[in-house]
């Protein structure tokens, strides 16, 4: 069986219905052992008090705010090369959970920032890249709601997404060499463990994996929602000639 | 080809307006900012680089709806996409028009307006230089948005909210190369970037353009 | 020779003709009849290439079609002569003053085209057709906003062009008088069912 079946609607719609409950049950569990977890059962960090304890919403939600852009541009190219209309369709439903998870990690950043930092805002690399982030989010999203013709509207967003993935590279290349800024390394990269201790390390896991199960939720939902709502204008259309 | 370009830039010379206003449009932008940000010259100087660069991307901004609107209106894109030229080299022939018409007096005149900005002398020649590498990219990268938006009625707004994200690694280079000229230091890399990125707009977005314009006109 | 096989066309992913099946022979002229809405402005787009197919598919010689659509492609503060020659040299430098003759445009080639009445413009319009040098003529309403008078310019000068082995597709609802024509009528090719993509499934 080929994985190309499951772009067909109808076996999306139902492998995704089976799927769904489980997604929303493994989400819910995953993320409320990672948060209580995080939050009340691990150690205030010596530097940092309790103020570090963000991170269980920080840094999920910033690598989900990347990941969900890789992943319209993985379905962006599956409609461009194979015309599935569910790939399109799924680009379209995870941009705004994308957007939401930037929003996120953009503002629980700032209230980390604050009290370490001294300052909401700073123009650093990794917050400037994300606030670029967050236009080119919003762009693509203008550009869905902006077209009517459904077919049109997915060709062109299309094309916005493989041109905005070279130009948001570069943006994150020209905004390193802009500044070099005061936001502390990836902490979570195997060759630097030692940055995080396991105490913290483990529940941390645990918010990631929710979260991304959360993403995974939050885009079945949303898809299904848009086939649904495809399937009703061709409806609508029928009658009309009839 | 030829015959296009020409067409291109004797509407832009015919119906005035449409490049003027964005030179109009920079003058203004340069007298305002001294006015709202005070007259000391030490502010102005640092300030200097980005205004120039921010004002010349928005004053490129405000034309590039016209670039492809204004054929798909009276029906000549259509024809255009029909003829025996690759819609891929209209692209690329419209926005050289459009950058003769904008990008270029742009450059020309943001000398006279570094005057008001009391831009150190030293800056002047990476400003023009940095202007006309750059404003290469803000056209292309522009009319790739423009063929993004054609077939829209509310395209305007829309337009900038594409091409801005996208102006952000020129607007990056450019104002460093003028800021560290400005300042007397090493400005090789910023300026090979900004050439770069000139450079694989130009060879890359007409076909990006091209498609868009194909599924636009469908 | 231009012919289509079992073409199906789609207006806005909804498909609007089907089964259309026809060949048109150099010399040939091929009128398309059917009410507001029936398709032939999508017919003629797909046959310019400038859309494709929803379903089966068409034959033509590469770089063989003039496309005249409902809007004229005139830029209003350019001459009538400028508008013409722009034309001419995007198609390989045809001269133009033989279609300025044959449309009865002489008197007005340095008027701005801005400043020419309705009639006038689809003239110029049309003789844009000549200096493309193209075989096959696909024709939008070409007689629109025309005089009698010059409908039947217009018809002697489609007369001249498939006299000349060239060919033409026009959707018109007015008579242009022209022997070598055969009419199809869309209605009976009119798509009944709507297929749209594989989304009916979805819910099988």
């Known amino acids: 069986m080929s994985i190309w079946e499951y772009a067909n609607p109808k076996k999306f719609m139902q492998t995704s219905a089976w799927a769904l409950p489980w997604a929303v049950g493994l989400t819910v569990i995953l993320l409320i052992v990672g948060l209580v977890w995080g939050f009340f059962f691990t150690p205030d960090d010596y530097k940092q008090g309790s103020t570090v304890k963000i991170i269980y919403l920080h840094v999920p939600s910033a690598m989900m705010a990347i990941n969900a852009w890789v992943m319209m541009l993985v379905t962006s190219l599956i409609w461009i090369v194979r015309r599935h209309h569910v790939s399109a369709l799924a680009a379209k439903a995870a941009a705004p959970v994308g957007l939401t998870f930037t929003l996120i990690a953009l503002v629980t950043g700032a209230l980390w920032g604050q009290p370490m930092w001294g300052t909401w805002w700073a123009w650093d690399p990794r917050l400037t890249s994300f606030l670029i982030l967050t236009l080119f989010y919003f762009g693509y999203i203008a550009l869905w709601a902006a077209i009517e013709d459904p077919d049109t509207a997915a060709d062109l967003t299309s094309i916005l997404c493989l041109v905005g993935s070279v130009f948001a590279l570069l943006s994150r290349y020209a905004v390193n060499f802009w500044n070099q800024g005061l936001h502390q390394g990836a902490s979570l990269s195997l060759d630097k463990e030692e940055n995080v201790s396991d105490v913290f390390w483990v529940p941390l896991l645990v918010c990631i994996a929710g979260f991304v199960l959360l993403f995974v939720t939050m885009v079945l939902l949303r898809t299904r929602t848009e086939i649904r709502s495809r399937r009703l204008k061709a409806l609508l259309a029928r009658e009309r000639v009839a | 080809m030829k015959a296009l370009l020409l067409r291109d830039l004797r509407l832009a010379f015919r119906s005035g307006g449409g490049f003027g206003l964005g030179l109009a449009f920079f003058f203004l932008l340069s007298v305002l900012v001294p006015l709202g940000v005070g007259p000391e010259g030490g502010t102005l100087a640092r300030i200097a680089p980005g ?15 016209r670039i492809f609107a204004l054929d798909h209106e009276d029906g000549s894109l259509d024809l255009l996409a029909t003829a025996p030229i690759p819609l891929e080299a209209v692209v690329a022939l419209k926005a050289l028009a459009h950058w003769i018409v904008t990008g270029l007096p742009l450059t020309l005149i943001a000398p006279g307006l570094a005057i008001f900005l009391n831009l150190p002398p030293a800056g002047y020649p990476w400003l023009i230089l940095s202007l006309l590498l750059g404003t290469p990219a803000l056209s292309i990268i522009g009319a790739f948005g423009a063929a993004l938006t054609v077939g829209l009625r509310r395209g305007g707004l829309l337009l900038s909210l594409l091409v801005l994200p996208l102006y952000v690694p020129t607007l990056i280079f450019g104002g460093e190369v003028v800021r560290r000229g400005a300042e007397d230091m090493a400005l090789g ?11 694989g707009a130009t060879a890359l977005l007409p076909f990006a353009a091209a498609s868009a314009l194909r599924v636009n006109l469908r | 020779m231009l012919s289509t096989s079992d073409l199906a066309v789609a207006r806005g992913g909804v498909t609007v003709l089907q089964g259309l099946t026809f060949a048109v022979a150099p010399g040939q002229a091929l009128i398309l009849r ?3 809405g029936s398709g032939k402005t999508t017919l003629l787009r ?15 010689p590469p770089d063989s079609v003039a496309y005249a659509a409902h809007a004229d492609g005139l830029k209003s503060t350019l001459t009538v002569a400028e508008n013409l020659s722009f034309w001419s040299e995007i198609y390989g430098g045809h001269p133009i003053d033989q279609a300025l003759t044959l449309l009865n445009l002489t008197q007005l080639t340095r008027r701005r085209a801005g400043e020419l ?8 319009g049309l003789a844009r057709l000549l200096v493309t040098g193209r075989r096959i003529w696909l024709l939008d309403e070409p007689t629109v906003s025309l005089d009698v008078a010059s409908v039947a310019l217009f018809a002697d000068v489609v007369r001249a062009h498939l006299k000349t082995g060239g060919l033409a597709v026009i959707a018109t609802h007015v008579d242009l008088g022209l022997p070598e024509a055969t009419t199809l009528d869309l209605d009976p090719h009119r798509a009944r069912v709507i297929q749209t993509t594989d989304f009916d499934e979805a819910f099988a």
């Open chain 3, 117 to 124: 009445s309705a009639g006038q413009k689809r003239r110029l």
């Open chain 2, 51 to 65: 205004i120039l660069w921010v004002g010349a991307l928005l004053a490129c901004l405000l034309s590039l709806d």
């Open chain 3, 46 to 60: 797909t046959l310019a290439g400038l859309q494709p197919p929803a379903d089966g598919t068409y034959q033509l």
């Open chain 2, 189 to 199: 890399t910023p300026l090979a970037l900004l050439a770069a990125i000139s450079l």
């Open chain 3, 34 to 36: 059917g009410p507001n």
